[in-house]
């Protein structure tokens, strides 16, 4: 029945109380926080929507699994569980567990790049990026055209620029190529998915050069899904089939399964090469743990499992991308510039076309972000360039190439009724948008300084009262 609200396919089973601090709680919060949302406390924030990783809410069956978790130092059966549950979905033979994304990558990095050595990715997500440079590497983003503009409407922004990564091989040589790694889907990029055919052409361009081939995996359900939707020959293929065709054509992938795991903590590294597998638990071992737990208790492993196989759902995966697309739908309806068309786990405001009178060299992506939360107590996050921006050593900044403030959608967490609060929020400061200023960076840590850096308006003298 085509023409009823595709609803959320749950219940909801236990809340958490959310609150509007009052107008001056607001602005005293900003200004302690030095403008950085990252600085507020949670309880500030009445529509968190900084990420979509580890803050969404787990299902009964997830916290059932909790229970029944086999908390065994070595060989627990919940690592067993979830080696079934991964090589069921991937394919691939060697599963390492980590806390996290980032783990994964710093392994997978220390293990496979060395200095002066370049990794192509469509869009390094920023941990991606810094773990890649933390090696002396560099990070090099090659997503095609359409991807870096906001308003082109193409199905699959995320792809990779074949041309430029065949260029890339011819100019820079394979021996300095350790991987390919394309992110699926592409979170820097707009959430954009990534097509079967493109996966498929980077396959072949690094089969054929010898390079290994990595995903970073972490929301792969939702580009199956966008596979579905889009990619003809897919309409009547299941998620699963979708999702084992696309980690067929790879050598191995780094996941967060705080994002697709429908976890609130995890993560894993997998892989077919068992030399290379042996040389990252050896890494494993020396700061996440042994090699059948990687830093999570066996409870996680047991959530993480079930979490794999709740989010391959039609259904779940249905609301999960119609539900981001609707605030997506109804800002730009509005005539708020965001980047079409919606990405899988968040809307993407365009800030350089939402405050065309600030410079890039003032943080436009910024200022709308604490206009958010000034407004209505919302929380997204700035990806522009306070994230992206490159600092030379003169004190001059090259900007991003995109403005952007995310929306990330916690899964499962909010209702429509909340989204339609946020879409209220962004429209009340799009009428006053002409009177919006920019910011000035007063604080900044060497590197990721997105999320400690103090900022001050432009214009306003000293560090922002800081306490
Ligand atoms: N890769 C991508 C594409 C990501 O989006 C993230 C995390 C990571 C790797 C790292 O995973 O956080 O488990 O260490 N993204 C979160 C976000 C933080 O807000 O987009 P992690």
Not at 8 to 23: C, G, K, Y
Not at 280 to 289: P, V
């Amino acid at each position: 029945m085509p023409y009823r609200t595709i609803i959320e396919p749950f219940r909801i089973h236990s809340t958490q109380e959310i609150n509007l601090p009052t107008s001056d709680e607001r602005e005293e919060a900003l200004r302690r926080a030095g403008f950085n949302l990252f600085g507020l406390h949670a309880d500030e924030v009445i529509i968190d929507l900084l990420t979509d990783s580890g803050t969404g809410a787990m299902s009964a069956k997830q916290w059932a699994g909790m229970m029944v978790g086999d908390e065994s130092y070595a060989g627990s059966r919940s690592f067993y569980r979830f080696l079934e549950t991964v090589q069921g979905i991937t394919g691939l033979a060697e599963i390492i567990p980590t806390h996290q994304g980032r783990a994964a990558e710093r392994i997978l990095f220390s293990v496979m790049v060395k200095s002066g050595d370049v990794v192509p990715n469509n869009t390094h997500f920023d941990t991606t990026r810094a773990n890649v440079e933390y090696q002396g590497a560099e990070a090099l983003d090659l997503v095609i055209a359409e991807g870096r503009d906001p308003s082109k409407n193409h199905p699959f922004k995320g792809n990779m620029d074949i041309e430029a990564l065949e260029r890339t091989i011819a100019e820079v040589g394979v021996d300095r190529i350790p991987l390919v790694m394309v992110t699926v889907t592409n979170n820097s990029g707009g959430g954009q998915p990534v097509s079967m055919e493109n996966l498929r052409s980077v396959q072949e361009v690094c089969h054929r050069h010898g390079i290994p081939f990595f995903l970073d995996a972490c929301r792969f359900a939702e580009n199956a899904w966008f596979i579905k939707l889009r990619e003809p020959g897919y309409e009547d293929r299941t998620p699963r089939e979708i999702a084992a065709e696309m980690f067929s054509l790879v050598d191995g992938c780094t996941m967060s399964a705080k994002k697709d795991g429908l976890a609130n903590i995890g993560g894993f590294l997998a892989m077919n090469d068992p030399s290379m597998a042996v040389a990252c638990r050896n890494l494993l071992i020396l700061t996440e743990g042994f090699p059948t737990y990687g830093g999570l208790a066996g409870y996680d492993l047991e959530a993480i499992s079930q979490g794999l196989e709740e989010v391959l759902d039609e259904r779940y995966l249905r609301y999960r991308i119609r539900s981001t697309e609707y605030l997506a739908d109804k800002v730009a309806a509005a005539g708020v510039p965001i980047v079409r068309p919606a990405g899988g786990h968040a809307v993407y405001l365009d800030a350089k076309a939402f405050l065309p009178h600030i410079p890039p060299s003032e943080y436009p992506a910024q200022a709308l972000a604490v206009e958010l939360y000034r407004d209505g107590g919302v929380r997204g996050v700035e990806i522009g360039s306070v994230m992206f921006g490159t600092l030379h050593d003169d004190g001059t900044e090259t900007p991003a190439q995109m403005e952007l403030v995310r929306l990330a959608i916690p899964r499962r967490t909010y209702t429509q009724s909340h989204i339609d609060y946020v879409g209220e929020v962004v429209l009340s400061v799009a009428e006053r948008a002409g009177s919006i200023g920019g910011y000035r960076i007063v604080e900044q840590a060497p590197w990721l300084r997105h999320f400690t850096a103090r900022f001050a308006p432009v214009g306003e003298q000293g560090l922002g009262n800081r306490r």
